[in-house]
């Protein structure tokens, strides 16, 4: 039977373009947060490179792997070693030409309680994702460990709050947003307070209207690697909220750093007893959501 409470833990990491060493270091990271008590863990967005959409370059694609490749093995492995479970998002190559952004979810035994292809794929300056991702095709969907009941969306799918619906509808206890976004530096000092505000305020809000726990898991660090561009500052400031949108725990903008937080189902039960958002849901109106505009 499962417990009441357990512990969840995001990394919040500076990640480079040589997969081994990300991968040394995001092993490292894992263990400092089993051995502080985290039992369900995540990573940040596409864990081992940088980030390689600032620009459409096919030479990328080296970054990508097929699915149970290395990543898969080290860090099943790794789950079963410290009896947790882990959040991998990598950069998979289902066949020539198609490649997804995507998240196992590996359970306590080291076996694959689950998989996540990307459902929303931005095109912004310097995050073409569209160039390099195949849009998902599982769906959104709430994975059963041994630890937790659990959704992973990935970045942009952070800003839909059908992804965070219909995941929480089918019994997720957390949503996971492992992440990478930040400012463009030029653009910082008249837009950044108000992108991260809305960034964090979004999730937030998906916990409120769902009445789940909310951890987003980012980078830091200026990724500079193309030249005569200014790069892209990623923000960090991982944070874990409760089903109230209560900060539980939040990083720094400009530090590595190991968040963890309880989740505490009865809290979940009782937010959800006294704000019955989805008892009081119209469903018998809402079918014209599925339209791209009511023209």
């Not at 020539?96 to 196992?104: E, L, Q, V």
């Not at 965070?164 to 837009?191: D, M, S």
């Not at 916990?207 to 923000?235: C, K």
């Amino acid at each position: 039977m499962k417990a009441r409470k357990y512990t969840i833990a995001v990394l919040q990491l500076n990640l480079n373009n040589t997969a081994e060493k990300n991968l040394e270091k995001c092993k490292k990271w894992v263990r400092d947060a089993a051995a502080e008590g985290g039992e369900v863990i995540c990573l940040p967005e596409l864990y081992s490179s940088h980030y390689f959409c600032q620009d459409e370059d096919v030479d990328n694609f080296k970054y990508a792997e097929p699915l149970y490749d290395i990543s898969f093995t080290a860090f099943s492995e790794l789950a079963k070693e410290l009896g947790v479970v882990i959040i991998v998002p990598f950069f998979e190559k289902r066949m020539s030409g198609i490649y997804h952004n995507s998240a196992y979810i590996i359970d306590t035994d080291g076996s694959e309680a689950g998989l996540y292809r990307k459902m929303h794929i931005p095109d912004d300056p310097h995050f073409y994702e569209k160039f390099y991702f195949t849009p998902g095709d599982l769906g959104f969907k709430t994975i059963k460990t041994k630890k937790a009941d659990l959704g992973t969306l990935i970045c942009w799918d952070q800003w839909y709050p059908e992804a965070a619906r219909l995941t929480a509808l089918q019994g997720a206890e957390v949503l996971f947003y492992p992440t990478a976004i930040g400012w463009h530096p030029q653009e910082k000092a008249q837009f950044g307070v108000n992108q991260h505000g809305a960034w964090m305020n979004v999730m937030k809000g998906h916990a409120v209207a769902n009445g789940v726990f909310v951890a987003a898991a980012n980078r830091i660090g200026l990724e500079q690697y193309i030249p005569d561009t200014n790069g892209i500052e990623f923000w960090g400031q991982s944070f874990i909220c409760g089903p109230q949108g209560e900060i539980l725990a939040q990083a720094s903008v400009d530090q590595e750093e190991l968040l963890l937080a309880e989740v505490d189902l009865d809290l979940q039960e009782n937010v959800r007893q006294n704000w019955p958002f989805f008892r009081d849901r119209r469903i018998d109106f809402y079918g014209e959501i599925t339209k791209r505009a009511l023209d």
